[in-house]
């Protein structure tokens, strides 16, 4: 690594690597509550209030909307208040949302109650990310895969909660997701810092400039410029698409495996044997990411994932999850470190988080139709197959997005749009 180490050579681990840490965990209860715990309380919900499939799933949908429209207003306040008091005021709001929907008993409250957590929780996403970003620049994409394998590991102990609810009921289960904000994401919450310089360190963990060396903390574009260059649409484009497919199809996985006749049960251990194949996966991602051209292997990726929709679309029989397990998971796991770094690449950290957020709320807007829309597939037609095979299509429109992103935009007068 170029440069010199830091003054804290006391120190025998970077403190940057304690935030990776820390956004490692948060995003392990971002996973479980969010992304995978719903469908493991689907069917008992569907089955104990008769709501119709897509209504319900449409709460999933929502949280994209909600996330999107949201991350703007996350980055704003991240810039004001500092990335710690955000997501600790996230880590209250989240665990009180999942505390309603414990006690719900109507459709509204079910999306009341959602709504609230989805708006805490979703600062436990920007914020890492954003804290990251600022304390890495030539490890940046390793970093971000290495917290973002919480996320996968959200789903590893998804087995633990579909037995709590099977055991104790979906809303104690749930109950104590929402405590577990409180007890723990909140603590980790406070170790994050988005200044190295307030420590004493500067990015990477050196003391002089180098190829991977420092890199001032304002230094980019404005979100303003940012926003009319042609590397930001096309890369709104490539991320919009892959998590278009993950967004419809993790909230109804385990109800659709139920009418192939495939368990609840093995549907969960499916899930922790995705988050044990999506680990290596985004770790991979980031590893490339920083040794090879990032739009070339985010093109690899998004092609994986179209591969492994169509495939999902075809299961019938319990060994055919390795199809979701090895294609899809890894899919689309390796394209997330590649995207949130790429706009630190692109764009530099100035104002990292209102463009990853606006990113997000664009994205958000098609995102909130997807579990919805394949709810509505499944409860027309009887199966969620044509739902599949759809947005597996579409989603090979990713790669040829992801190949025309320029490779570099902090000039923004050479990439307007």
Known sequence: ??????????????????????????????????????????????????????????IYGFWALEGGLMAPVYGYLIDRWGVRTVVV??????????????RIDTLPLFYFGFAVAGLGIGTMWLGPLT??????????????????????????????????????G?????????????????????????????????????????EKGPEPEASGLTAREAFVTRAFWFLVGAYTL??????????????????????????AYAFAAFAVASTPSRLLGGLLGDRYDKRRVLAVALSILSVGMFGVAFITQPWHLCVFVLVVGPGYQMTMPLITSLIGDLFGVRSYAVILGTATL???VFWFGAPPFAGWVADTYGSYRPAWIVLG????????????????????QSDRV
């Open 131 to 168: 804290a990251i970003a600022h304390w890495f620049r030539g490890r940046r994409a390793f970093a971000m895969a290495l917290a973002g394998c919480g996320y996968a590991f959200g789903a590893l102990v998804l087995p633990l909660f579909e037995w709590a609810v099977a055991t104790y």
């Open 89 to 102: 005021l996230g880590s209250i709001c989240g665990g009180v949302g999942l505390l309603i929907v414990s």
């Open 362 to 364: 664009i994205g958000g």
């Open 1 to 58: 690594m170029a440069g010199t180490p830091s003054s804290h050579t006391d120190r025998r681990i970077f403190y940057g690597w304690y935030i990776v840490g820390a956004s490692f965990l948060l995003q392990t209860y971002y996973g479980l509550s969010l992304a995978y715990g719903f469908g493991v309380i689907l069917p008992p919900v569907l089955e104990e209030t008769g709501w119709s499939r897509a209504e319900t799933s449409a």
């Open 170 to 210: 979906w809303r104690a289960s749930l109950a104590g997701i929402g405590v577990g904000a409180f007890a723990c994401c909140i603590p980790l919450a406070l170790t994050l810092r988005d200044d190295p310089a307030s420590l004493g360190y500067s990015v990477d963990g050196v003391s002089e400039p180098g």
């Open 393 to 412: 299509a579409v989603t090979l429109l990713g790669p040829p997005l992801a190949l025309m992103i320029p490779r570099r935009s902090l000039d923004p």
């Open 242 to 267: 892959c998590t278009l497919a993950k967004t419809a199809l993790l909230p109804h996985m385990i109800q659709y495996l139920s009418e192939v006749n495939i368990s609840s049960q093995i549907g």
